[in-house]
């Protein structure tokens, strides 16, 4: 069974840093293209950065120089590192993972920052 689920999610202070989670279960997510979304209440869901199975890397403009996506194959865990939070980071965040066979989803963490 595939599983993915997000951990790391909090109450921050505006300028805060959160460390978000995404723990893998039945895949190998070093296979995948690995993807952290947000989604905020009223509003679409919206791509924050990728990471391909070869490294590459894609920021949305939003959290360029201030999130860091990273992966531990060891652990078989998707990172966010997210630096400088504003209120306008604040959201539920997902991990996805995607290839032509499978497309999976976490349950989301929730991101609150105060200002």
């Known amino acids: 069974q595939v599983q993915l689920v997000e951990s790391g999610g909090g109450l921050v202070q505006s300028g805060g840093s959160l460390r978000l989670s995404c723990s893998a279960s039945g895949i190998i997510l070093s296979m995948y293209v690995m993807y952290w979304y947000h989604k905020a209440p009223g509003k679409q869901r919206v791509l924050v950065a990728l990471i391909s199975s070869r490294g590459s890397i894609y920021y949305t403009d939003s959290v360029v120089s201030r999130f860091t996506i990273s992966r531990d194959n060891a652990k078989n865990t998707l990172y966010l590192q997210m630096n400088s939070l504003n209120p306008e980071d604040a959201a539920v965040y997902y991990c996805?993972?995607?290839?032509?066979?499978?497309?999976?989803w976490g349950q989301g963490a929730q991101v609150t920052v105060s200002s």
């Open positions: 996805n993972a995607s290839r032509a066979d499978l497309d999976t």
